[in-house]
Every structure is written in structure tokens, then in C-alpha cells.
């Protein structure tokens, strides 16, 4: 594999049709697709029109940025994935237009917020689930609306700064203890049996301004879209993990979008693409169909120039003869990736272990930890544990993580960061940090259980064992009178097809929370009371989302 640092593959330096070949029907297309694009660079990271974010991957129009992914027009972020439109964010997920904040987790329109997930229009707060519009509350749960709160029992002004600053500045002990002070509160607090507001007949979790949706996740504006998650913005789309803003009438891709119209089988491709197949990493293309690094180009096959003509009469031709061999209307083999299994998201939803990939016949990266050149490393251990206490000499150092024993090193933005918000230096690598993000969110999957007030059968993404009282969508809105988030909803499967392939998608989603193996063979449906239909082997292609991209 060639990889470009990204100045030079957006050069005119090197020429993609250079490594074109002519199509034969002697050979599988797929075989013939993989000679081209082994041989065609690649991206060292995606990213576009960044400005002094050399270390972010899948982020584009972001400016300070450190190692983020999935960063669009943020600014002064570090550590995030999936944060949008945010500023002077810090270790978040799934986050939009946040300021100020550190270790939210799908928070939205937020100022100044800590440890917090679920929240929205919330600011100067810390240790908040499920509230909206709460300004000055610590530790609470559920609330509307509200001002002075602790712990859900409302204050006087003096007397809730009184009792604050007796956690201040944060140490590791007092984040602990307020942290398992809210999980109580968590705990005896009616759950959502779904998140979302301003839908339409949609079946998922986390939907938002969504129309006609079936079993998609993570996504907002989007109409008559199946089988997607993280999609911002889309129309007429199914099976599709990623983007958009806008993307229309495009099919089984992964990381498709500004302005991508009618695509299928597509890898990492935007910029007002149109009417491609089977392409990777092509700009501002129409009209292609299996290549790989073009930009502003069409009528290409296998990265080789046609005239219109000549395109328009092949293409038919190559489509028949990838009935014939069974490729047609199925994504690439997951032979074609060019990241091992537990270096690409799927190993967040799906994770196996080394004996397991193996046997499927994937490959597998051997981690090893950085070697850092540093003055000297600490145990997390012996920090200091007030801020105030660290010198400025810890820019020098590495930490070693107390989890891992990965060691990691922190930035100057970083550290200017924790002092003004009187937070404590880490104790886990970023990775580490990560990883627990993503265990305090619900899983891509949907069981049935019954609503704990009326009983009735309800579709949530928590599963029937689980500890957390879940209240469908009527009795949360008689409970939580003032909330506009639980929007009345009609359970009904979107009819429309999309031009390419008949019918759903195949294979499944594990989550971390999940305990139970679960194929990821992309031939396989999986059985279940609630199908989850998706193809999160897609994932498989992208690259990963950790520390050390």
C-alpha cells in the first residue's frame, strides 16, 4: 500500500489515471478492482480544509484540533469523536455545538458542561443525565428547566455554591464519589425508551428531525433512510455508516456525503459526487465505476478515461457479467481493507478476539506501546491530584496509564484546559478514555420489553435485564410535562426501494455492552425478536479511532 501525506495527494504531483487498467471478463471484477486500488496511494488521514490540526483524522473545516475524529467545523478540540460545530471541547462523544465541555457524552447546544451525557441547551452545570435547559445544577437527573439544583433538591444560590465548592477543585476522589452519587439517581430516574425528537415514523435510538427511518442510529435530517447510522442530512439513502450532509439516493457506502447523489458501493467519497460505483477516495467524480483517487473526473473505469459513449456501453456489460460471477450488488470482500479488524470501528460494536478474527481469515494488529522521547515517565498513581500541584515540567513527561500501561504525554492546550476548569490530569490513556465513552452508550441493537408504568410492549435499546426503569414514549411525556423530547411516534416500516438492490440489508451489530458472539458474516441474517439488518462489517474499511492513527 502507497499512503501520501495528505498535501501531496491533493497535488497535482501525481496523476490517479496513471494506474488504470482496461476491464477483462476473464477475471472477477472485484480481483480486478483489488490490482487497481492496491496500486493507487492513499491518504495517510481524510481530512479537508483543516487549519492547524495536522493530528485529527475523518475531519474536515476544523481549526486547533487534536487528535479528534470526526471533527467538522469544530474549533480548540481535543480527544473527541463525532463532535460538530463545537468549541473548546475535550474528551466528548457524539456531541453538536458544545463550548467548554469535558466527558460529555451525547450532549447538544451546551456551555460549559463536565462529566454530563443526554443533555441538552444545558450550561455551567457538571454531572448531568437527561436534562434540558438547566443552568447551575450538579449531580441531577431528569431535570427541565431548572437552577440551583444538587443532586435533584433545589438550592438557594448561596447555598448551592457553598456545597459545590466543597468539591473544588476536582480530584479523582470527589469525581468518583459525585459520579456514583449520580448513577443512584440514574438508577431510580424513568429512562426514555427511545432518544430523539421531531420524528416521524421511525424505528432506532438517537433520531432527531428524522421521517419514515427504519433501524437507523446516531443520525439527524434524515428521510426515508433504513439501516444507517451517523448520518447528518440524507434522503432516499439505506445502508449507509456515515456522513452525508447532504447525501441523497446512495446505497450500501461508508463515509459518503457533502452533496453525494445516487452512489453505491462507495468508500470515502464527497464533494458532489454522483452516479459512482464501487469507488474509494473519489472528489468531486461522476460517472465512475471501480476507481479509487480520482478527483473532478468522469466516465472512468478501473481509473482509466472512457468517452461518454464508450462508458455508457461498457458499464452495462460489466454489470451483467457481475451477476454472472455474483458480485454485483454486494460491497467489497472484507479481503480489500487495508486496516487489520481491531484497528477499524467494527471492533467497537463488534469485538472479537485475536483467535476469532484469525479464524475467519482477517488480519489482526499486534499493539505495541509508543516509545516516547520524554524526560521521564510517571506512574499515574503518583500525580498529584489537585491541579494546582502539577508543574509545568509535565509537558516533559509521559504518563503511564493505569489501566493499559500505555504511556501518554499531555498537550499544552491540554493542560491550559484542566486549569481553568480545575480538573485533574488523567489517569488513562486516550484510548482507554475512549473506550469507556463508548460503554456508557447504549448499544446499536433494540430488544422488546414492557414499559415499566403501563406495560405495554415497547422497541428500546435497553436490553430486557438491565437494571434502568424504561418508560415508553406516552408515560414520559405525562411525567415530564414541560419536555418537548418524546415525540409521539407511529411504528411503521418505510416502503420505498431503493433503485439498486430489493430488500434489506444482512448481517449485524455487536456492542460492547453485548455478551453474546454474534457472525458478522455479511451472508447471514441475524435472528433475533427485534432484526438488527445492518452491515457493520462495512466499518471494517475505515480507518481507526484511536490515539496513534
Known sequence: MIVYEPSAWWSDAWDPLSFGMDVVFDQTFFQQMKSVFRRVPVMSLFIDSNENSPYV??????????????????EDCLYCESVYYSRSALD???????????ECVDCKDCHTLLFSQGCTTCADSAFLFDCIGCNHCFGCVGLRHKTYCMFNKQLSQEEYKKKVDTYLPFTLSSIQRSSEA?????????????????NENVIGNHLFNAKNVEYCFDSTDIEDVKYATNMRGAKDCQDINYWGHPGELCYECMAVGEGATRLAFCIASWGGCENLYYCHACIACRDCFGCKGLRHKRYCILNKQYSKEQYESLVPRLIEYMKKTQEWGEMFPVTFSDFAYNETPAQEYHPLSKEEVEHRGWRWLQETNESLKVAKVIPASQLPE??????DDILNWAIECETTKRPFKIAKQELDFYRAQKLPIPHFHPDERHRRRMLMRNPRKLWKRQCANCQKEIQTSYAPDRPEIVYCEEFARVIEPESTCFPSITRRVPTQSLPWKNGGATGGIRSPLEENSISLEHS???STSCPQPFREWRCMFWQTRTANS
Open 92 to 102: 466528548c462523544l457524539y456531541c453538536y455545538n458544545v463550548e467548554v465541555s469535558y
Open 182 to 198: 449520580t448513577l443512584q439517581c440514574k438508577l431510580q430516574h424513568p429512562h426514555r425508551a427511545f432518544i430523539g425528537n421531531n
Open 524 to 526: 447471514d441474517r441475524i
Open 57 to 74: 483524522n475523518d475531519t474536515g473545516w476544523a481549526k486547533n484540533c487534536h487528535v479528534c475524529f470526526g471533527a467538522d467545523y469544530s
Open 386 to 391: 489537585k491541579i494546582g500541584d502539577i508543574p
